[in-house]
């Protein structure tokens, strides 16, 4: 790995070089030359870049903060101030490293992500592609900042570029709250310096594209960042068919999704949780440590919800308390998707109006090494469970030598809902009208899920209907549970009919 980046680093200077032509050697000890200036400017009279951030006052357009609370501006940054480059640059990332300089780990290497870039007394956001490490030295060689610096300065003239910033890196910026996550974590080994770092920040603007860089340096190496600023274009798409989201190009489930036909889910609104009944989904998804962003999930969701029609309810945090207010068993049977601790992630929720009526609410949980979202299709209650009578229970036993029964249970537990009394008091009736008779309880599930889970559920409800009738005066002796999971279903698990039909509890003839 580290010699292939020697080589590279050597292969891409030499083709910069050749098709842009080398700047001149400086004299020794003196500064890099520096790429001419566009005629435009110079006809005009003065340097192009003189100040190529924003012009004075320096007036944010919006703010975020740094580890201490001190805001941070987010400037704006006018590209064609720019001359246009026409030099030929490869793929990402662009611009070889010197001899003997490597990346300390594996480069982050993003699809889509966005980085604030260092301008001013602020930052400057882009987005695109991005390549990111921590640079060092290999084979004894020691680290020299000006070596490294110079000879990507030298790249950058020689593609046309021009150097933005020049400063301290004021690494607290990274830590602040709203960037500790996406990018504390996603470019860790890139602002992870001394906290005023010599910071340097590229630009190379080109017709179709415009490349960042940024490079800090401190006495034990260097990180760099590198973006190819390009417009966005969604990598997943809207369906109108429930659950309507689809995962980005690349991300996979980090368990089986969940979907539920019919429960309750909390969207909060920015002053209180909204509640949703209908059918929810839900599921937690990455990419892989060094590829996974949390700025590529947010991009292709908002396409989506803009495909739907739909609006931002909310962007932020859920504050402290009202996330620990929520019940335990709620937050544990969404914990894949929502998050655990759901005060400690960027959240945003959406709502949708369907033009046929329906309406879809979202809640997206936005972390640097995973995410999740909850989405919840708001619809009435309908009753599917049908009370069987004691006779007809008998029947059932006398010719099929079993029969279902519907007991509710709360969501991924085994505590019975107080709505299955009634068939309980049946099943009750039942076993006391036949002393003799001794039945099986068996639990049963669909196919979703993880097997293993589902078997261990499935036998703490049947233990928690055996312990029901039990505490009725039933003697514990004539029951015996068992759990299946899905092993045994009675429908096709394809299609929500039949998963409701294998969702069952079912007494045997013993």
Not at 224 to 246: I, N, Y
Not at 454 to 483: C, F, H, T, Y
């Amino acid at each position: 790995m580290r010699s292939h980046w020697n080589v590279l680093g050597h292969g891409l200077a030499a083709l910069l070089l050749v098709a842009c032509g080398a700047p001149p050697a400086p004299p020794e000890g003196g500064q890099a030359a520096a790429a001419p200036a566009d005629p435009a400017d110079a006809a005009a009279g003065g340097d192009p870049l003189a100040d190529a951030g924003p012009q004075p006052p320096h007036r944010p357009v919006d703010a975020i903060d740094d580890r201490d609370g001190h805001p941070v501006a987010l400037l704006p940054f006018d590209l064609e101030r720019l001359p246009l480059s026409h030099a030929p640059l490869g793929a990402l990332p662009f611009f070889g490293l010197p001899q003997g300089y490597v990346p300390l780990n594996p480069p982050q290497l993003r699809a889509w992500a966005r980085f604030p870039f260092r301008l001013g007394e602020g930052v400057h956001w882009a987005e695109g592609p991005t390549w990111s490490a921590r640079i060092a030295t290999e084979g004894g060689k020691d680290f020299s900042a000006l070596e490294l610096q110079r000879n990507l300065e030298s790249l950058v003239d020689a593609a046309g570029g021009r150097k933005v910033f020049e400063g301290p890196l004021h690494r607290d910026i990274y830590y602040g709250p709203q960037l500790e996550g996406e990018i504390g974590g996603g470019f860790i080994d890139a602002v992870n310096l001394d906290r005023d770092a010599p910071t340097a920040v590229y630009v190379v603007r080109q017709a179709q594209r415009t490349v960042w860089l940024q490079l800090a340096m401190d006495g034990n190496g260097a990180g760099l960042v590198v973006l190819e600023q390009q417009p966005f274009q969604a990598s997943a798409s809207w369906s109108a068919e429930f659950p309507h989201l689809s995962l980005p190009a690349g991300y996979r489930e980090r368990n089986a999704p969940r979907q539920r036909d019919f429960d309750r889910f909390p969207f909060w609104t920015g002053e209180r949780f909204e509640q949703v009944e209908g059918r929810t989904w839900a599921i937690d998804f990455d990419k892989g440590e060094r590829e996974h962003s949390m700025h590529e999930v947010r991009r292709n969701l908002e396409a989506m919800m803009a495909a739907a029609g739909g609006h931002k309810v909310f962007e932020g945090r859920i504050p402290r308390d009202q996330a620990e207010a929520l019940p335990q068993t709620l937050q544990a049977a969404y914990g894949d998707a929502a998050g655990y601790n759901w005060h400690d992630h960027d959240l945003l929720v959406y709502r949708a109006a369907l033009p046929d009526g329906r309406e879809v609410w979202v809640h997206a949980r936005l972390q640097y090494l995973s995410a999740g979202w909850v989405v919840a299709e708001r619809s009435g209650f309908v009753q599917t469970a049908a009370l069987l009578p004691a006779a007809d229970l008998k029947q059932a036993l006398d010719s099929d030598g079993r029969v279902a029964i519907q007991v509710n249970f709360a969501t991924d537990r085994a505590e019975i809902l107080p709505a299955s009394e009634p068939q309980l008091a049946q099943v009750l009736d039942l076993l006391q009208g036949d002393p003799a008779l001794q039945l099986a309880v068996e639990g049963h599930t669909d196919g979703t899920g993880d097997a293993a889970h589902n078997r261990a559920l499935s036998e703490a409800r049947a233990r928690a209907v055996v312990a029901a009738l039990a505490g009725k005066g039933i003697d514990a002796g004539r029951l015996q549970a068992a759990g299946f999971g899905a092993d045994r279903p009675v429908a096709d698990n394809a299609d929500e009919p039949g998963r409701a039909r294998n969702r069952r509890v079912e007494l045997v003839k013993r």
